[in-house]
């Protein structure tokens, strides 16, 4: 079990050094037909990189991996590589495939340390498009639209950039140092950011950024509204919260900005969070480095979780505890109105066991503020983006696009990267399509 104090938050798994970077890259066979490309979500030229990278040719490597991503040292921590790339090495069967995430972390990092030479950029000429959000999907867009010729500008309403990789990410998997230098290499392809500007309101909109000139807009917010348990009798009892409460705060207390006595969990505390994906294990393990007694509470059985693999065996040899098929029925108040404890339905039947605290991690959908404040934008039954499929990513607003979360509910990163990119050609190819219209003095209604 990891020791409880602020020396747990550093980084769980270390980087390889060069030596063991191209020793591991030489062991790639090369393959005919790469299965782990063809498992990579957004198809990054894995072999071509890893070749280069067994030659020492760090330039070469950058230079491909960029071909597909502009998030490669995010994407070779968070990615679940057993479920993608590395679990379709043909080498993974013997169970000594390829470690492709730590190689691409290890190109991407040397990248960023050494200030290697840029690619060439062209002008920024294609057009102007306002990106809002600057998560995953919307640092994509932006990156590739910045590639192909366009004139980016991202809106966002935090202090900083990133979005959930900044704030919903423990800083032991993912170091928000590591984030700040990926989104400098976006701001090295042109990209502007807006900080503190929430679109939908204060007059920013998505007609006022039209009338400031944008030939089109990407929305790229996620799913920012936390799914809660309101038909569970107590779960609005102080002690109930979000796990992404949490997260944002123990964040915030890494990065030095509010005190320790302000995150809602106290050392010695018996914590449940409820859930079973990646939030239930990131909020699981960050309440054990707090110091908590922690059980993770999923209504589901151990093979149904969504989790990594790699998360849950690092969650239980942390300390985290599990309950299976278990489910939250009641939430139980003390005397002082507090939560004191919960009532479950486990496979033998009902019992009820003492909590401090509650985390929920079951979901989460979109925030309505920028379709509320828009005509036009379509949704479904349940708030999310409704898009076509030519072009790819417009939603029934015209010129307005979306994609990531937002639309295809709460996925990885690089999933919200993979339809970010398809996106990002949707946009291109209708404000050319526009732009040849109007040089035909064509006037569309």
């Not at 005397?335 to 339905?345: A, C, F, I, T, Y």
Request: glycine share 10%.
């Amino acid at each position: 079990m990891i020791a409880k104090d602020n020396k747990s938050f550093q980084v769980v798994r270390e980087g390889f050094t060069i030596k063991e970077a191209i020793d591991e890259a030489k062991r790639c066979l090369n393959c005919k037909v790469p299965q782990c490309k063809k498992g990579c979500p957004i198809e990054n030229d894995i072999p071509d990189f890893v070749h280069a990278l067994s030659m020492g040719d760090m330039g070469k490597a950058m230079s491909i991996i960029n071909g597909k991503s502009n998030l490669p040292a995010i994407c070779g921590r968070v990615c679940p590589h057993e479920k993608q790339c590395e679990g379709h090495c043909v080498l993974a069967k013997k169970g000594k495939g390829i470690e492709i995430g730590r190689l691409e972390q290890f190109v991407a990092d040397f990248d960023a340390d050494m200030g290697l030479i840029r690619e060439r950029l062209p002008h920024k000429t294609r057009g102007r498009v306002a990106v809002i959000g600057s998560g995953p999907a919307g640092l994509t867009v932006a990156g590739d639209l910045a590639r192909m010729g366009f004139n980016v500008t991202i809106y966002d309403c935090q202090e900083e950039p990133g979005g959930v990789l900044m704030f919903g990410i423990p800083e032991y998997r993912l170091p928000k140092a590591v984030v700040r230098k990926e989104i400098k290499k976006i701001e090295a392809l042109g990209v502007g950011f807006v900080q503190n500007c929430m679109v939908g309101r204060n007059n920013v909109t998505i007609d006022s950024l039209f009338a400031e000139g944008y030939d089109a807009i990407f929305i790229g917010t996620g799913t920012s509204i936390p799914q809660n348990m309101d038909g569970v009798p107590g779960a609005k009892l102080p002690g109930v919260n979000q796990s992404t409460y949490l997260l944002h705060c123990v964040n915030s207390f890494n990065e030095g900005a509010i005190d320790r006595d302000m995150i809602p969990l106290r050392k010695g505390e018996r914590v449940g969070v409820i859930g079973g994906g990646n939030v239930a294990m990131d909020a699981a393990r960050t309440a054990i480095r707090l110091g908590a007694d922690v059980t993770v509470l999923y209504r589901k059985t151990r093979e149904d979780m969504p989790a990594m693999a790699s998360e849950y065996d690092d969650a239980v040899s942390e300390g985290v505890k599990f309950l299976w098929e278990t489910a939250a029925v009641e939430f139980i108040p003390g005397e002082d109105g507090r939560l004191k404890s919960v009532r479950l339905n486990t496979p033998d039947g009902e019992r009820v066991e003492d909590f401090a605290r509650i985390y929920l991690a079951i979901g989460s959908k979109p925030a309505n503020r920028i379709v509320s404040t828009t005509e036009g934008i379509d949704v479904d039954e349940k708030g999310y983006v409704i898009v076509t499929d030519r072009p790819v990513g417009m939603t029934t607003r015209r010129g307005v696009f979306a994609g990531g979360d937002v639309v295809h509910r709460p996925q990885t990163v690089v999933l919200a990267m993979k339809a970010a990119k398809e996106v990002a050609v949707g946009i291109a190819q209708y404000v050319d399509a526009i732009k040849l219209l109007e040089d035909c003095r064509i006037r569309i209604e």
